[in-house]
């Protein structure tokens, strides 16, 4: 009789293989349409894979979202974290420029991941449906920065510092998005794409208001 060969079983190393291609596909297709253009069909189809492999690995659409959410943002406090931990005794403008520099860093590194999630942030800011989520995985990081920024900033309001950090959080993400308004304002002598710019220009912007507010002036 010839003998029947049964086909490999599945490795873990193939199981995480293929959640990471679902999550990548997921992120860049969240990215570029947000969560309600896109299907959990049109997500499996980019990652070539089926949608029981896409049910099994995470369940429904939102909890695929969650965990793209949650992948990169858990690198994102670990070195902003990372960063602040190393500061001795940090003025406003360094606390600001360790919680901003890893989100510039992931975007000079040529990874095409990290775009498409700074765009899905940027649309969760859009709006309070998904606040949730920027809470549950951000706001402990978040937390860490204010009361440092309290302790930098002599006087500072409560109210006025934690309105005033609030407020970096938009244009912070749409500079590493490289949103093209000040290339389209300025015919294109300013461009998003010059990050090194972007960054400097939001570290000068956010620390000069910050103090401003925080301070009641």
């Known amino acids: 009789m010839t003998p029947t060969h049964k086909p490999p079983r599945p490795?873990?190393?193939?199981?995480?293989?293929?959640?990471?291609k679902i999550?990548?596909?997921?992120?860049?297709l969240f990215g570029a349409q947000g969560f309600a253009a896109v299907s959990l069909r049109d997500i499996t189809s980019r990652a070539g894979v089926t949608l029981a492999l896409a049910s099994y690995h995470f369940g429904t659409k939102d909890?695929?979202?969650?965990?793209?959410?949650?992948?990169?943002?858990?690198?994102?406090?670990?070195?902003?974290?990372?960063?602040?931990?190393?500061?001795?005794?940090p003025d406003t403008r360094a606390i600001l420029d360790a919680f901003f520099g890893p989100l510039f860093d992931k975007a000079r590194s040529g990874d095409?991941?990290?775009?498409a999630y700074f765009s899905l942030l940027a649309r969760l800011g859009e709006g309070d449906e998904w606040i949730h989520l920027l809470?549950?995985?951000?706001?402990?990081?978040a937390r860490?920065?204010?009361?440092?920024?309290?302790?930098?900033i002599h006087g500072a309001d409560e109210d006025g510092l934690?309105?005033?950090?609030?407020?970096?959080l938009h244009p912070m993400l749409a500079a590493v998005s490289r949103h093209a308004r000040v290339t389209s304002l300025t015919d294109g002598?300013?461009?998003?794409?010059?990050?090194?710019?972007?960054?400097?220009?939001?570290?000068s912007f956010a620390t000069a208001g910050l103090e401003r507010v925080a301070r009641g002036a």
Not at 135 to 141: A, E, K, L, N, P
């Open 11 to 20: 490795t873990r190393q193939h199981g995480d293989q293929t959640r990471e």
């Open 23 to 28: 999550l990548d596909a997921a992120e860049a």
């Open 63 to 89: 909890n695929l979202f969650e965990a793209v959410v949650a992948r990169r943002a858990a690198v994102l406090c670990a070195e902003r974290e990372a960063r602040l931990d190393a500061l001795d005794a």
């Open 112 to 115: 095409p991941g990290w775009p």
């Open 135 to 141: 809470s549950h995985h951000f706001d402990t990081t």
């Open 144 to 152: 860490r920065f204010v009361a440092a920024l309290a302790r930098a």
């Open 162 to 168: 934690n309105r005033g950090f609030a407020m970096t």
């Open 189 to 203: 002598k300013v461009s998003a794409d010059d990050l090194d710019a972007a960054e400097a220009a939001l570290l």
